[in-house]
């Protein structure tokens, strides 16, 4: 997928039932960035994966990340877990390309290559 440009338009962000897993490390880097304690920002901002395996990062009532704003983009971008810095390289589920302009863009360009 070398050819994905993302038009950071935060489709990513809202991927229907879609969870952010976060490592220990990555809760201590967003915790640094907010100035927050990690104490706190687990208390407020994550919660328990269905799974039970794993802390998530809490979604708004619609799906969205707790993080993404229209305007803004991502709160904590300098500092967002491995999942979202690596999208769609190395993950994305079949409402990624519904949703995913750039990724739209990459399948039609597959189906249409151009000379």
């Known amino acids: 997928m070398q050819e994905f440009n993302c038009q950071r338009c935060g489709a990513c962000c809202r991927i229907p039932d879609g969870i952010v897993r976060v490592s220990n490390e ?12 990690e104490a706190d920002f687990i208390e407020r901002r994550t919660e328990l994966a269905p799974d039970r ?13 707790c993080f993404y704003r229209e305007r803004e983009g991502c709160l904590v971008h300098p500092a967002k877990p491995l999942q979202c810095r690596t999208f769609p390289f190395r ?16 399948q039609r360009q597959k189906a249409n290559p151009t000379p």
């Open 26 to 37: 990555e809760i201590r880097a967003m915790a640094d960035f907010l100035g927050e304690s």
């Open 53 to 65: 395996r794993s802390l998530i990062l809490q979604s708004e009532p619609d799906g969205t990340c």
């Open 91 to 106: 993950w994305h589920n079949p409402d990624s390309f519904s949703l995913c302009p750039a990724l739209r863009e990459l």
